[in-house]
């Protein structure tokens, strides 16, 4: 009998390797991600201690000029954070796109390994056939030498 092979071998390494690819380029995108997450944290640190140094020296009193321009950098600050913001909100729906793209792909993928399972099945229930057909006649053989 003669070994098993699954017709779309090659269309499973195929739908496997782009599933690999997908994975990788993912993985890409949410450091991309995390890098955006951590930028924007980092930013409102920095804000945060702008802003406690001139809670401070408010106390203390400062010129006009002082505070013209912590209100410049404040303002400077914020349409920064926003803006890295916006870009976060860009690549986490780039990330998920990704996401779904391998998601899709791993499903074609578990649906035509399902199908060489299915196949697999049968070539193993067919070579047990053909093997129990072979004592059969091999049993039924020898009992009639046997009886010759």
Not at 44 to 70: D, I, L, M, P
Not at 104 to 130: C, P
């Given at each position: 009998?003669k070994k098993f092979s699954f017709s779309l071998e090659n269309v499973l390494r195929y739908k496997n390797q782009l599933l690999d690819g997908l994975k990788a380029e993912r993985a890409a995108l949410m450091?991309?991600?995390?890098?955006?997450?951590?930028?924007?944290?980092?930013?409102?640190?920095?804000?945060?201690?702008?802003?406690?140094?001139?809670?401070?020296?408010?106390?203390?009193?400062?010129?006009?000029?002082?505070?013209?321009?912590?209100?410049?950098?404040?303002?400077?600050?914020?349409?920064?954070?926003?803006?890295?913001?916006?870009?976060?909100?860009?690549?986490?729906?780039?990330?998920?796109?990704?996401?779904?793209?391998?998601?899709?792909?791993?499903?074609?993928?578990?649906?035509?390994?399902?199908?060489?399972?299915?196949?697999?099945?049968?070539?193993?229930?067919?070579?047990?056939?053909?093997?129990?057909?072979?004592?059969?006649?091999?049993?039924?053989?020898?009992?009639?030498?046997?009886?010759?």
């Amino acid at each position: 009998m003669k070994k098993f092979s699954f017709s779309l071998e090659n269309v499973l390494r195929y739908k496997n390797q782009l599933l690999d690819g997908l994975k990788a380029e993912r993985a890409a995108l949410m450091m991309r991600v995390n890098r955006q997450e951590a930028k924007i944290n980092n930013m409102k640190q920095q804000y945060r201690e702008a802003n406690e140094r001139y809670c401070e020296k408010k106390e203390q009193g400062f010129t006009t000029r002082e505070a013209y321009e912590y209100d410049a950098y404040f303002r400077s600050m914020e349409r920064e954070i926003h803006h890295e913001e916006e870009l976060l909100v860009i690549y986490r729906k780039e990330e998920e796109e990704k996401r779904d793209e391998m998601i899709k792909a791993r499903q074609e993928s578990m649906s035509i390994e399902k199908l060489r399972e299915k196949e697999r099945e049968n070539y193993d229930k067919m070579v047990q056939k053909n093997e129990e057909q072979f004592i059969e006649e091999f049993v039924s053989n020898s009992r009639a030498t046997v009886r010759a």
